[in-house]
């Protein structure tokens, strides 16, 4: 079994970057994919970004396209998400997750998650 822990989080000011990480331990990655999701205050859990730990391609969600980049660090077993021109609209709890097979946008088919780790962008 996977298990997953989120660091990076913190206080920034608007239009900071910010990278956060999700260390992988328990299992070979090699047939996962990983996906970070945000929780924001009174919200429902948004799809960021997933790739498969095998592979280069990733996807992400429109509100964070083109200002988000996930990656992933084979030596270092970790996932991590780049966050570039933050806002206050990104403040949020950060969650990495796992799942087994192809990549996926919905929270529904992940099954491991990290603990999250809180993000708050101020104005």
């Known amino acids: 079994q996977v298990q997953l822990v989120e660091s990076g989080g913190g206080l920034v000011q608007a239009g900071a970057s910010l990278r956060l990480s999700c260390a992988a331990s328990?299992?070979?990655?090699?047939?996962?994919?990983m996906a970070w999701f945000r929780q924001r205050p009174g919200l429902e859990r948004e799809f960021l970004a997933t790739m498969r730990w095998s592979g280069s391609t990733a996807y992400y969600g429109d509100s964070v396209k083109g200002r988000f980049t996930i990656s992933r660090d084979i030596a270092k077993n970790t996932v991590n998400l780049q966050m570039n021109s933050l806002s206050p609209e990104d403040t949020a709890v950060y969650y990495c997750?796992?799942?087994?097979?192809?990549?996926?946008?919905?929270?529904?088919?992940?099954?491991?998650w990290g603990q999250g780790t809180l993000v708050t962008v101020s104005s």
């Open positions: 328990g299992r070979t990655l090699s047939n996962y994919a």
């Open positions: 997750a796992a799942k087994t097979g192809g990549y996926s946008y919905s929270d529904r088919y992940f099954d491991t």
